[in-house]
């Protein structure tokens, strides 16, 4: 029964939808203000809905309830609660319909704290949302249905989840990742909102701001946590593989760094209006290229859910319908997107219009690489596979040239900044910058290489210019270190755990690439692998029994010199259900190096094949997103986010306001 009830609140809430989309605009062109506050109350009913929905799928798991087509697919008697919770979205419906769900989540947060905006406004964004909304649920009970029942027959026992998701990944990373992904519609819906009613101004920009960064910084923790996953669990050591579903996530992260930039000089000087609008349009639309990408079942990868193809024709037109009905809006409102501002060639307008067109530059390059094979294989050129050879020999120098000019950008004024001041500001941080492209790959790992050289001079110039500009604020006036630290904006702060988070991973990127230990060896217990002044034993291999799954846990004993370091457990685990076999890799986590143990297949002797890697500032990477998304945090709380002047309103009322 509960099943059925969420069904039919799914329904309804694909019907309150379509309300929230047509009756505010219809209120808009009628200047009806009781219908233009419908939007609010929709987007809270929905959110209600499927909240409801979303709960019933959940009940269904936990009760065990085979006889949903769904929850026998992804579900086991033998599966751990944790684990069947998190299954909800471990399959295609689950994760569609979480999609729809956090969709709601966003929508109800845009109607409950931004009441201050003018109603016209705000009406428009709700509509928008709701559309998107419609959209989704449409294809959910169309294609995708969770509550299917398998009647009058169904199985007593399920299939079980994948192994591959039985990990605390996937309790955390979809769910952060798709607040990311879904988050960019709040950004979609004003860029579209501001097209609609011609007035993209400073205001706008301010009130758009917020919600485009706390999608971004969501979506930079996802893929974080994607990353990890993929390092702790599936046994190959690795962090990033360019696979073409990691890539769908990274493409949205690139184009929302452009839109965050874009929109702050949208706000502070009314320019860049047109790359604020179109990258709106293009964070949102490359979020919903990755779900095509992974629900269409035109990829073969560990991430994409395999499915049939009118789930896949569905997702394209949909998508088609966004790309190409927002961007005939752009062309049609093109003329309202020109400004009056003016900046010269050394401005901070021009640097972060150099910004984004590397950031653009490196999304498209991203998107050529995922989908060339593609196009390809439809176009019967043969299977080609683009690896990571050529996302890295293109990007890394993208990447080093944002790391210039994010150093210039962050003391370079609006407007027109002097070239003989710009250089008597830069020329310690440039000095201290060469300091460290020479010394510091001595000082870490002992030898000089050219890369690592150039990666530490730029990360060391982006730190040093930060320290400098932080200090420089801090003693704007003379009023003293504390009262100077106590006036700080958020913003500000922001910004600058933003700049340094992705110089931190910059710097685990570069050391967990070019000096990590990587060794495939046959291990017998009793044996001894020694490299540089790691000393790592095998004691014994044991067989243990989990909740659904029987392993080999091997123990070892690892020792620095004559230092004992920690004693590791890799597991190589049967599930029962599947008899799937998994790797369970043991890691000693450190700050400076983690030591990676995976076992591989048994051997003859009782040997084993035991894949042990030493990785140099591996953690960097993920401390790295950490700090970037708490700089979004920071902004997202800075005040003026927070309260809607006089001013800003008074500008508005005439265009917004009934």
């Keep these: 029964m509960i099943p059925e009830l969420g069904h039919f609140a799914l329904v309804a809430a694909g019907l309150i939808a379509l309300i929230q989309c047509i009756v505010p605009l219809w209120g808009v062109y009628c200047r009806h203000s009781q219908w233009l506050a419908m939007g609010r109350s929709a987007a809270i009913t929905q959110f209600l809905l499927v909240a409801f929905a979303f709960g019933a799928l959940a009940w269904a798991f936990i009760a065990k309830d085979y006889s949903v087509r769904y929850v026998a697919e992804q579900s086991n008697s033998h599966l751990p609660l944790g684990y069947r919770i998190s299954a909800v979205w471990g399959g295609h419906e689950g994760s569609l319909l979480l999609w729809a769900f956090i969709l709601s989540i966003w929508t109800a947060g845009v109607a409950l704290f931004s009441r201050s905006l003018p109603l016209i406004l705000m009406a428009r964004v709700l509509a928008v949302m709701g559309a998107v909304a419609a959209g989704f649920i449409l294809f959910l009970l169309a294609t995708s249905d969770p509550f299917a029942r398998s009647l009058p027959y169904f199985p007593v026992d399920g299939q079980d989840l994948n192994p591959l998701l039985q990990d605390i990944g996937l309790i955390f ?171 010269g060639i050394l401005s901070r307008e021009m640097a972060l219009l150099m910004n984004n067109v590397l950031l653009m530059t490196a999304a498209s390059i991203v998107l050529l690489g995922t989908l060339y094979p593609l196009l390809a294989d439809i176009l019967n050129l043969g299977k080609i596979s683009v690896g990571p050879p050529y996302f890295n020999a293109l990007l890394v120098p993208l990447a080093e040239m944002i790391l210039v000019l994010l150093g210039v950008g962050m003391v370079v004024r609006w407007k027109q900044h002097s070239w003989k001041t710009l250089a008597f500001t830069l020329w310690k941080p440039a000095v201290f910058a060469v300091f460290c492209g020479l010394i510091a790959p001595l000082w870490v790992q002992g030898d000089y290489g050219l890369r690592t050289s150039i990666v530490f001079l730029l990360v060391g110039w982006v730190f040093a210019v930060s320290v400098w500009d932080f200090i420089s604020k801090i003693q704007m006036g003379k009023k003293g270190f504390w009262l100077g630290l106590k006036n700080l904006k958020f913003s500000y702060v922001g910004m600058l755990f933003a700049h340094l988070g992705f110089v931190v991973t910059v710097i685990g990127i570069t050391m967990a690439s070019l000096y990590s230990l990587e060794k495939d060896i046959r291990l017998a217990p009793g044996e001894t692998f020694t490299e540089a002044s790691y000393h790592i034993i095998f004691e014994t291999a044991k067989t243990i029994q989990g909740p659904n799954y029987d392993a080999v846990q091997g123990v070892f004993q690892v020792y620095q010199g004559n230092e004992w370091v920690a004693q590791l457990h890799p597991e190589k685990r049967t599930y029962w259900v599947r008899q799937d076999q998994m790797t369970e890799a043991a890691i000693d986590a450190g700050w400076t190096r983690d030591i990676y143990i995976a076992l591989g297949e048994p051997l003859d002797d009782h040997a084993w094949a035991v894949r042990i890697y030493i990785k140099p500032f591996v953690r960097w990477i993920w401390a790295g997103a950490l700090l970037m998304a708490l700089g979004a945090v920071c902004v997202v709380v800075d005040r003026r986010y927070r309260v809607l002047q006089n001013r800003e309103l008074a500008n508005h009322r005439e265009v917004f306001h009934v």
Excluded: C, Q
């Design 173 to 343: 990373h979809p769910p952060i990742l798709y607040m990311g992904y879904v988050g960019f519609s709040v950004a979609f819906a004003f860029a579209i909102a501001g097209l609609l009613g011609g007035h993209l101004d400073a205001a706008w920009a301010r009130w758009m701001r917020p919600w485009t960064l706390a999608a971004w910084g969501f979506l930079s923790l996802g893929i974080a946590l994607g990353s990890w996953w993929a390092y702790s669990e599936l046994g190959w050591g690795g962090w990033w593989f360019w696979d073409p579903v990691e890539n769908a996530s990274l493409m949205p992260w690139l184009a929302g760094t452009a839109l965050i930039h874009s929109l702050a000089a949208t706000e502070k000087r009314g320019v860049f209006k047109a790359w604020t609008v179109l990258l709106a349009i293009m964070a949102f639309s490359l979020s919903l290229l990755g779900t095509f990408l992974v629900r269409s079942g035109v990829l073969t990868s560990v991430h994409a859910f395999a499915s049939d193809p009118t789930r896949g024709l569905f997702i394209l037109g949909f998508l088609l319908i966004v790309i190409g009905g927002s961007l005939m809006l752009f062309a049609l409102r093109a003329n309202t997107l020109g400004g009056s501002a003016r900046y």
